[in-house]
């Protein structure tokens, strides 16, 4: 049921509760039980009424968006109105005088006792009222945050994926334009071998994820189009387990890698180096990664990293769709490079 459906039950039911115990108050203070009965009920329609029209004025003039001070002033000067009108009408009408005293002449301190006594009886109605108002225009707020946050993400992953393809393009047009001088026919079957990347990699680009299968099929042609370049100075190997191809990994990811380790890697030394392709899962987490023959400087005046756009836009989809701060790390040692990825372990 929604709130405006569990309205009335709820109105009708806590305030027929406080009736029936004011009622029953009343009558075990000696007012007679017919009187006490009309009271009550004249009470009951008053606070209905009362109630009802306050919260139809709160939401045809919108006061629940006023901000501080411009606020609570409604709230207050609702439940004053409606227990002013409720004494009155008991005391003058009813004749209903203190039942707690043999005071039976109306005097001010009667009125102002009886008052304060239905104000606070009131009171938590309209708590109620504008705390559930509140509840309800954070949720929904909150909501509108999540859905626009949701919305930016996307946007950022269609940017970041678009600014791959890009970087694999160039990276690969480049090994081609070498080619074509040394030898051309290489350079043809090169170009074959580019186009099927390029189509396969442009159908990924719109996915959130891929399984491992299909990006290690994408990395194992690209490596095979680089190895057309560097020949026997360009060696490779595979070391994946069954148990991982159906993970889900972001596309472009373990690509990226391999071409960083071509061109920052074997791509600098002069006896060319071997490329590992790894994987494992440990638990619920999946690492997967390249190492290659290297190191990550080439003299000391090098940045000892080799992040570029590809790895910070690597970053920010793991920040995006993990909420990870460190999945991607790159360490060196005994003249091999490693560059993996940390995700949680998931299929489909």
Known sequence: MTS??????????????????????????????????ALGFSNFIILILGTHLYRWFILKNKID???GSRFY?????????IALITELININIFHAHLPYSDIKDVSIYNYI????KTFRFILPWFICFHGIKFANKAKREERAKTE??????????????SQLNPHFLFNSLNSIQALTLSDPKIARDATIKLSDLLRVSLSYNDLKDISFQEEL????NYLDLEKIRFDSRLNYKVEVPKSVLAARIPPMSLQLLAENAVKHGIGKLKKGGEIV????????????????TGTLTSNPTEPKTRKGI????????LLINYGITNGFSITSEDNIVTAQVTIPFKIQ
Do not use: D
């Open 4 to 37: 405006n459906k569990l309205y009335w039950p709820i109105q009708i039911s806590c305030w027929g509760i406080y009736i029936t115990y004011t009622t029953f108050e009343l009558i075990y203070f000696r007012l007679e039980p017919s009187h006490a009965l």
């Open 65 to 67: 968006t006023l901000e």
């Open 73 to 81: 002033i409604y709230p207050i000067a609702g439940n004053l109105i």
């Open 113 to 116: 006792f009886n008052f304060i």
């Open 148 to 161: 626009a946050e949701i919305h930016i993400k996307e946007a950022e992953l269609i940017s970041l994926r």
């Open 217 to 220: 099929n994408l990395v194992i």
């Open 277 to 292: 392709v790894f994987a494992s899962k440990k638990g619920n987490v999946l690492t997967f990664g390249i190492k290659n």
């Open 310 to 317: 590809g790895i910070e836009n690597l970053n920010k989809r």
